[in-house]
Nanobody, 126 residues
Framework: QKQLVESGGGLVQPGGSLRLSCAAS????????IGWFRQAPGKEREGVLC????????VYIDSVKGRFTISRDNAKKTVYLQMNSLKPEDTGVYYC???????????????????WGQGTQVTVSS
């Protein structure tokens, strides 16, 4: 069974940092692209960043450029989302997803169908 499990969310003050993890099981992790998505209260889920099987990354939201980075450790079957200089507007539930679709063509959540995690809450507030 293909499974993704997110962790690392929490409450952080504006300007702080968090590192989210997405641990995979049940599929050949190395072959898959992994995307991070977020959903703020009352808003639609949106793509944040994606990392391909060859370690290429794609940023989906301009507002996270220079603040968020994505990386993967194939040996641990885990993808990380490092979030720095957090802002209140970064608040939401963060999800990871897996698919074979290329990152540059998979900005929409509907493009990701292989596996989704259950999400982890990130709250940026003073």
């Amino acid at each position: 069974q293909k499974q993704l499990v997110e962790s690392g969310g929490g409450l952080v003050q504006p300007g702080g940092s968090l590192r989210l993890s997405c641990a995979a099981s049940g599929f050949t992790f190395d072959y898959y692209n992994i995307g991070w998505f977020r959903q703020a209260p009352g808003k639609e889920r949106e793509g944040v960043l994606c990392i391909g099987s060859s370690n290429d990354s794609t940023v989906y939201i301009d507002s996270v450029k220079g603040r968020f980075t994505i990386s993967r450790d194939n040996a641990k079957k885990t993808v990380y989302l490092q979030m720095n200089s957090l802002k209140p507007e970064d608040t939401g539930v963060y999800y990871c997803a897996a698919d074979l679709a290329r990152c540059v063509r998979a900005r929409a959540p509907s493009s990701w169908g292989v596996a989704w995690g259950q999400g982890t809450q990130v709250t940026v507030s003073s």
